[in-house]
């Protein structure tokens, strides 16, 4: 039986979007009691400001760390039975993850992730860079592990409570989307993937992963698929 939902948010200067993005998600309906837990990785642009007026869980480093690092933190919080991790910018819709928990709710799955590619619209979305480094990720990821992943990087995970709470995270930046997803795999778990929309931001509007974290990605993959 599933009673509550927690909505894992990493935050890093996000002061544009944040309060448009907590209102989103707490428009989502589930039908569940919901947990929204905010971990600010030392935000320092007026993002703390912000927080103010919320009533939700706010989580604090006192050092930059990356979003790995804050989902390690926030996952220790976190009490639902089914979590989702959710990005502070307005690049995904919440509605989207409304699919993917009925698939948990409904016991059809154990984890789900949203898919950006599975829906063509998204196509246009994509900065030409970032859409063949996930390309080529996400291949690596299904001839390593033997899956048929069509977008490992993307943000919307949903997992079953079990599936994810007896995982030890131990990325600190964006790697985190390939540790986490090679530790799934690994386990003998039922695994589905849903179309959401995308709105993709340019880096100069702040976003923030760069080609280094794709090749940190590889590693991360090779590395996970060998060891624990």
């Excluded at 919320?54 to 760390?65: A, Q």
């Excluded at 409304?98 to 789900?112: G, Q, S, T």
Aim: glycine letters at 4%; proline letters at 2%.
């Amino acid at each position: 039986m599933y009673n509550k939902i927690t909505i894992l948010i990493p935050v890093y200067n996000e002061k544009d979007s944040l309060t448009e993005l907590v209102r989103r998600v707490e428009e989502t309906d589930f039908g569940l009691e919901k947990e929204i837990i905010l971990i600010d990785d030392n935000s320092t642009d007026g993002t703390k400001d912000l927080y103010r007026s919320m009533t939700h869980k706010v989580l604090y480093h006192e050092r930059n760390m990356g979003k790995g690092a804050a989902l390690r933190t926030g996952l220790k919080e976190a009490s639902g039975d089914i979590i989702i991790i959710q990005d502070a910018d307005l690049e995904y819709d919440p509605k989207d993850y409304i699919p993917l928990v009925n698939l948990l709710l409904e016991d059809k799955a154990d984890v789900v992730y949203g898919s950006r590619l599975l829906d063509k619209r998204n196509s246009k979305s994509f900065l030409f860079l970032s859409f063949v480094a996930n390309k080529t990720l996400t291949l690596i990821t299904n001839l390593l592990f033997k899956a048929k992943l069509s977008d490992m990087e993307t943000c919307y995970k949903a997992f079953k409570r079990e599936f994810i709470k007896n995982i030890t995270i131990r990325s600190n930046r964006f790697d985190f989307e390939p540790e986490i997803t090679a530790k799934v795999l690994k386990q003998n778990v039922r695994f589905e993937e849903l179309p959401i929309t995308y709105n993709g931001r340019a880096f100069h509007e702040g976003k923030k992963i760069s080609w280094i974290d794709g090749v940190q990605a590889i590693w991360t993959l090779v590395k996970y698929r060998f060891s624990d």
